[in-house]
């Protein structure tokens, strides 16, 4: 091989990478990752695994996510909508709810961040003459990707007619039951002294599962759940579920999308990004590579610059988020950007990205590096993005979780 198949050089060169991280790990890491990008070329041109990466990470710009949530008038899918996108009432682009107003069409919300993720607030089915069948081709059912269901009360023949239709049309459907706040609000009040949440909720949910499957829905699966408390009851099992029924990258941009509801989802969204960045990498190594001066590997800034924005977004952790959040849980957003250590997301230029990169001690590499194949240029080019964002996707995590906990504390008002 060339020489850039060098190990050792690599190995070496891996030695000098102050990334702040255990260096034992990160020498292994570095050798583990250097591996797996020279097998890459085993079979490919450096253009074709380019292009692949360039591919995957527009097919990703692009990717379109449709959910239509119905239910009768009243149910809850506004309120719903805007607890899934991480919205209360009162946020700018949140879904009006509680006014009495018959819709007709659907209206879509896009995610704040994310507007190829949409929700879809479809007309109420509470109507005399409701037919499930005219109401799907209606609301043109083709074009979502699976459909919610809400009760705020008993689930009826209504849900599992539409149930079924939609079943039949070749979607998925899941049934929710919203309020559950409520329900346990009134069963406290009723009795006091015999109260038990978890009874409560167990209750409930037999008593769904008994409707639905008198209705002809044999085996059930139903989240109980509280719009205005959406971190507790089903609501983050059934966010897991629905993630967990998508694929590939409608998967990805559902749960980049989703606010972050649990410490597991900041994981869950760390853990992608993780693999996301082998391809920001690789397409970085070499397209529009431009030599930085003062480093002696060339990357390409532009790429860098908007991966570390758009994890930002995927964070929560943009100004636009950060408002929300400080609204919904009566912290001032002073006391929410106090905990965030990463430079903020206005502030991020390409002089910040260079002297990120700086701090990953590249200069020393020239020592080790005589001579530069092209292979070993792309090699250190792929290197130095892939650890550098690693490093910043691990701070955003850390701030985002931070930011979570922050908003939690009970001393303000209650997180809602
Ligand atoms: N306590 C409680 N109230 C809720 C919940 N979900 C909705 N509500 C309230 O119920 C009322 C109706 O909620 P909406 O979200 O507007 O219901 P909708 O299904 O969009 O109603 P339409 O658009 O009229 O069909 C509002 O006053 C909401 O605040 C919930 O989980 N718990
Ligand atoms: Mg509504």
């Not at 609501?235 to 989703?258: E, I, N």
Request: glycine share 6%; net charge neutral; aromatic share 10%.
């Amino acid at each position: 091989g060339g020489p850039w198949k060098d190990m050792e050089l690599i190995s070496r060169l891996m030695k000098t990478l102050d990334l702040g991280f255990d260096p034992k790990e990160l020498f292994k890491g570095s050798i583990k990752v250097f591996e797996e990008f020279t097998d890459l070329f085993k079979n490919k041109g450096q253009a074709e695994v380019a292009s692949i990466a360039q591919t995957e990470l527009e097919s990703f710009k692009s990717t379109i996510l449709n959910i239509a949530v119905t239910g009768e008038t009243g149910a809850g899918k506004s309120s719903f909508i805007n607890a899934l996108r991480g919205l209360t009432t009162q946020d700018d682009g949140a879904a009006p709810t509680g006014v009495t107003e018959t819709m007709t069409e659907p209206t879509v919300y896009p995610y704040p961040n994310h507007p190829n993720v949409r929700l879809w607030d479809l007309p109420g089915t509470g109507t005399p003459d409701f037919q499930p069948n005219t109401y799907l081709k209606q609301v043109n059912f083709k074009c979502y990707d699976f459909f919610v269901i809400i009760a705020s009360e008993r689930f009826k023949g209504i849900h599992t007619a539409l149930a079924r239709e939609i079943e039949r049309m070749g979607k998925r459907f899941y049934f929710v039951r919203s309020k559950v706040d409520e329900d346990l609000h009134n069963e406290e009040r009723d009795h006091p002294k015999t109260f038990s949440q978890e009874s409560v909720l167990e209750q409930l949910r037999m008593d769904c599962r008994k409707h639905l499957q008198k209705a002809g829905i044999s085996n059930p699966e139903i989240f109980l759940l509280s719009s205005c408390e959406f971190t507790k009851y089903d609501a983050p099992g059934l966010v897991k579920t629905l993630q967990d029924d998508l694929q590939g990258l409608q998967r990805l941009a559902f749960l980049l999308s989703l606010p972050n509801l649990s410490a597991e989802i900041i994981e869950e969204k760390k853990a992608v990004l993780k693999k996301w960045i082998w391809l920001i990498s690789l397409a970085s190594a070499f397209v529009n590579v431009i030599p930085i001066p003062g480093i002696s590997v060339a990357c390409d800034i532009s790429i860098l610059l908007g991966s570390m924005i758009a994890f930002y977004k995927y964070f929560g952790l943009d100004d636009g988020s950060l408002a929300n959040l400080a609204r919904q849980s009566g912290k001032p957003i002073a006391e929410l950007k106090a905990v965030i250590i990463s430079p903020g997301a206005k502030e991020i230029n390409r002089d910040v990205v260079i002297k990120l990169l700086l701090k990953t001690s590249l200069p020393k590499l020239t020592a080790y590096v005589p001579v530069l194949g092209p292979m070993l240029t792309a090699g250190i080019s792929f290197l130095t993005t892939y650890f550098m964002l690693l490093r910043f996707l691990n701070e955003v995590a850390e701030d985002a979780e931070r930011v979570r906990k922050t908003a939690l504390t009970e001393d303000g008002k209650k997180l809602k």
